[in-house]
T-cell receptor, first 116, second 113 residues
Framework: DTGVSQNPRHKITKRGQNVTFRCDPI?????LYWYRQTLGQGPEFLTY????????KSRLLSDRFSAERPKGSFSTLEIQRTEQGDSAMYLC??????????????FGPGTRLTVL | AQSVSQHNHHVILSEAASLELGCNYS??????LFWYVQYPGQHLQLLLK??????LVKGIKGFEAEFIKSKFSFNLRKPSVQWSDTAEYFC???????????FGGGTRVLVKP
């Protein structure tokens, strides 16, 4: 396992459509995070999981957003009824709690979403 | 709520110049501090981190950062930059072990050969 992977890398959709992104963390990592990054800004936290439990959600995560991590491995982030303001890079990160680098989050390449 | 501010949005330097990027955060409790770097076309990757102990932290590629608790600052330094240091640099703060990170807005650094 060489790192966090995300699919797709790019997604172009029309306003009002639903989209789903996938994140595969580093295999032994028990925490998984989603962030959103818009142009010229730093990443903003959306939500995170420890194993399959979703422990925290940001106020940025409106009811159109839902994230799952059903078996404590990969995670999906779904956006329903997309809006142009959802256009951003969606980043996934993972970390291992209890390991020697437990506070280090490893980031994936991101999924760039463009809503037309 | 935490916030992180990075003082410079863009920095342009020549090779061999020294680099210092400012980072200040607002949070009254114990924090973990990070600098991440994003090279063109690549993922965010960790440069260095501070959890406790010696406030002067050394990271990869000759970077170091100093935690000054009284100033709520965690500035990044490199004595002599190279063209390959051209990248965007992000300061980040975490409240506790393995918690979410709050990022600054980033500083784009361009090193001219």
């Amino acid at each position: 396992d060489t790192g966090v992977s995300q699919n797709p890398r790019h997604k172009i959709t029309k306003r009002g459509q639903n989209v789903t992104f996938r994140c595969d963390p580093i295999s032994e990592h028990n925490r998984l995070y989603w962030y959103r990054q818009t142009l010229g800004q730093g990443p903003e936290f959306l939500t995170y999981f420890q194993n399959e439990a979703q422990l925290e959600k940001s106020r940025l995560l409106s009811d159109r957003f839902s994230a799952e991590r059903p078996k404590g491995s990969f995670s999906t982030l779904e956006i329903q009824r997309t809006e142009q303001g959802d256009s951003a890079m969606y980043l996934c990160a993972s970390s291992l709690i209890g390991g020697s680098n437990e506070n280090e989050q490893f980031f994936g390449p991101g999924t760039r979403l463009t809503v037309l | 709520a935490q916030s992180v501010s990075q003082h410079n949005h863009h920095v342009i330097l020549s090779e061999a110049a020294s680099l210092e990027l400012g980072c200040n955060y607002s949070y009254g409790g114990t924090v973990n501090l990070f600098w991440y770097v994003q090279y063109p076309g690549q993922h965010l990757q960790l440069l260095l981190k501070y959890f406790s102990g010696d406030p002067l932290v050394k990271g990869i590629k000759g970077f170091e950062a100093e935690f000054i608790k009284s100033k709520f600052s965690f500035n990044l330094r490199k004595p002599s930059v190279q063209w390959s240091d051209t990248a965007e640099y992000f300061c980040a703060v975490g409240e506790a072990a393995g918690n979410k990170l709050t990022f600054g807005g980033g500083t784009r650094v361009l090193v001219k050969p």
